[in-house]
């Protein structure tokens, strides 16, 4: 029967930067849901302030219905896509970057709705919270405060992380190529930041929402590397397979990787694509017993 692709975004984006992805699929002959977490598309706000000409002290100061969004709402939505998918069929479950948080948890709850998982250089957090491993070596090339400059307010003060991704600051643009669309030209960078929205909840998870043995370590696993990463390094990439690994040794990850930055698979998703069409087709061995 044919699986349906449930695909989970990252930080700041949305089930937009799906779209090409999807239609890659679709040409493939495969079915694809793409998720908008809570508060994300239309559900996001998109302040008077944040157009042109900006209002900084406004963009400042203005709430966001992201606030108060936290992690267990993110899995609480994805678990009612996901079972609703599976009365259709398989399902693969499909995570980039900080989406990877949402879908671990879920793993973590919902085992039984899920015949794949597929991390496309995603956070699957199994010794640390996400937090503490941007203290690890393997983050030592990120630096957190290059978008220091793109920072519109206090998280504090707002209850939520608010980034101006439509700054004309070059420094802050700069940083934001470098770490997400590097090997892209200027043009599609610019296009896949107009994507972006402005807000993102500061609800990372903790210890209880990493990935466990029981329940997510039952699941068929893939881990898609992006080989030019410069935003989840591969460095990183590969302790987060490994320590999924010692996690499951009897489970261990099915290891692809692709050529390309923290976006480009997005921007150019034929490959992708393929990667991900030639995982409909493993048999799906029983995992839920």
Not at 62 to 72: D, H
Not at 115 to 138: F, G, H, I, K, M
Not at 186 to 208: I, W
């Amino acid at each position: 029967m044919q699986p349906t692709f449930v695909l989970v975004h990252g930080a700041f984006a949305n089930s937009f930067s799906f779209a090409p992805l999807q239609a890659e699929l679709g040409l493939l002959g495969h079915r694809s849901v793409a998720v908008d977490l809570p508060g994300h598309g239309f559900q996001a706000t998109f302040t008077r302030a944040y157009q042109s000409p900006q209002d900084p002290e406004g963009l400042a100061t203005a709430p966001g219905s992201i606030k108060g969004v936290t992690l267990a709402d993110n899995v609480a939505h994805l678990i009612g896509i996901l079972e609703r998918a599976k009365r259709n069929g398989p399902v693969i479950l499909v995570a980039h970057s900080r989406g990877g948080i949402t879908v671990t948890a879920a793993a973590n709850a919902r085992p039984d709705l899920i015949d794949r998982l597929v991390y496309v250089s995603a956070w699957c957090p199994v010794r640390l919270d996400v937090s503490d491993y941007y203290a690890e070596p393997e983050m030592a090339t990120v630096d957190p405060a290059a978008f220091a400059s793109a920072l519109a307010g206090n998280p504090a003060d707002l209850g939520l992380l608010r980034v101006n991704f439509r700054t004309a600051n070059p420094d802050a643009l700069a940083a934001f190529k470098a770490a997400f669309l590097a090997d892209g030209t200027d043009e599609q960078f610019h296009t896949f930041l107009n994507t972006f929205q402005p807000d993102e909840n500061l609800d990372v998870g903790g210890s209880a929402d990493r990935a466990q043995a029981a329940s997510w370590g039952r699941i068929p696993k893939t881990y898609i590397r992006l080989a030019d990463d410069t935003s989840l390094p591969p460095a990183l990439q590969d302790r987060l397979i490994r320590e999924g690994n010692e996690l499951t040794p009897d489970n261990p990850y099915d290891v692809r990787t692709l050529a390309g930055s923290h976006l480009q698979w997005l921007v150019a998703p034929a490959p992708a694509a393929r990667v991900l069409g030639e995982l409909a087709t493993l048999p799906a061995p029983s995992v839920h017993a």
